[in-house]
């Protein structure tokens, strides 16, 4: 990090650092990078899910039966 004096004020001289631009570009850069794969991890998951509904959407249909249950035999 770099140190250059803000000001002079008469024998005091008040010192300022400087940001380091290279490392909070790098810094800024992964933080994208971390963003960008959380969001394409939410999404693979969200269609996974919607996927999985689907199925067990598809499955319910199936397995209905419209006559089933409606006539009980029954012997004594």
Known sequence: MAIF?????????D???MPNIPLMS?????????????VAMLDKSL????DMGNSMT????????PNLG???????
């Open 5 to 13: 004096p803000a000001e002079r004020r008469g024998d005091n001289m």
């Open 15 to 17: 010192i300022v650092s």
């Open 26 to 38: 790098m810094s800024m850069s992964q933080s994208k990078v971390m963003n960008d794969f959380g």
């Open 47 to 50: 269609e996974t899910v919607k």
């Open 58 to 65: 598809k499955m319910m249909e199936q397995s209905v039966s």
């Open 70 to 76: 409606s006539h009980i035999d029954i012997s004594v």
